[in-house]
Nanobody
C-alpha cells in the first residue's frame, strides 16, 4: 500500500502562482509514475502532469508552459509548480502514484481556487 498526502492548495488571484507537494509513504519502492490530476465541479477528473521515476514528464496541453512537475526520489515527494494561474485552473487537485504492478493510489485532494 502507498499513502499520499498533499499540501499547498489555496486561493490565488489570476496570474499568481502556487506550489503543490505530495509526500508518499508505505510501499514506496513499488512506485513508478507519480502525477497530478484535477477535477473541477461538474467535470471529469483529468490529467495535469506526470513524472516517471527516471524523470520523464508529461503535461496536459492546457498547462504546458505554465506548470512544472518535479520529483525528489530521496524524499518520496512530487511537486507541481503552477504559474500564470487562470480561473479555469480552479479544481480539486489529486496526487496519484502508480506502482510497477499498475496499481493506482490517490491522495485526498487539495483545493486550488483562482479568482479573476
Amino acid at each position: 500500500q502507498v499513502q499520499l498526502v498533499e499540501s499547498g492548495g489555496g486561493l490565488v488571484q489570476a496570474g499568481g502562482s502556487l506550489r503543490l507537494s505530495c509526500a508518499a509513504s508505505g510501499s514506496i519502492f513499488s512506485i513508478n509514475v507519480m502525477g497530478w490530476y484535477r477535477q473541477a465541479p461538474g467535470k471529469q477528473r483529468e490529467l495535469v502532469a506526470t513524472v516517471t521515476r527516471g524523470g520523464t514528464t508529461n503535461y496536459a496541453d492546457s498547462v504546458k508552459g505554465r506548470f512544472t512537475i518535479s520529483r525528489d526520489n530521496a524524499k518520496n515527494t512530487v511537486y507541481l509548480q503552477m504559474n500564470s494561474l487562470k480561473p479555469e485552473d480552479t479544481a480539486v487537485y489529486y496526487c496519484n502514484a502508480q506502482s510497477i504492478w499498475l496499481a493506482d493510489y490517490w491522495g485526498q485532494g487539495t483545493q486550488v481556487t483562482v479568482s479573476s
